[in-house]
Nanobody
Framework: VQLQASGGGSVQTGGSLRLSCKFSGRAFINWTMAWFRQAPGKEREFVANIYWSRGNPYYADSVKGRFTISRDNPKNTLYLQMTSLKPEDTAVYYC??????????????WGQGTLVTVSS
């Protein structure tokens, strides 16, 4: 499995960005996908996930109502639409994948990360 994240950049407070994550190497439809982020000097944290079965997405409280995770299975691509961005959203954003049959909740595959910078 290979994951290629893109779409990061610099925006001002209140702006929007859409991140993409291209998935390859296996059948995308069988994988639960997620976004994580890591701010400078902080631990990596969960942002959102979306199940292989197209169940309801789940969001961290800090992004709920502002971020939307989605997937386009025919295009093997995961998205994160980010709106009303705040300086505290500044981080490197990573996409991650976990097979639907996995017994653990650990994500096994990770993209390289894309930097989002929000200025006040």
């Amino acid at each position: 499995v290979q994951l290629q994240a893109s779409g990061g950049g610099s925006v001002q407070t209140g702006g929007s960005l859409r991140l993409s994550c291209k998935f390859s190497g296996r059948a995308f439809i069988n994988w639960t996908m997620a976004w994580f982020r890591q701010a400078p000097g902080k631990e990596r944290e969960f942002v959102a996930n979306i199940y292989w079965s197209r169940g309801n997405p789940y969001y961290a409280d800090s992004v709920k109502g502002r971020f939307t995770i989605s997937r386009d299975n025919p295009k093997n691509t995961l998205y994160l639409q980010m709106t009303s961005l705040k300086p505290e959203d500044t981080a490197v954003y990573y996409c991650a994948a976990r097979h639907r049959a996995a017994e653990s909740t650990t994500y096994n595959y990770w993209g390289q990360g894309t930097l989002v910078t929000v200025s006040s």
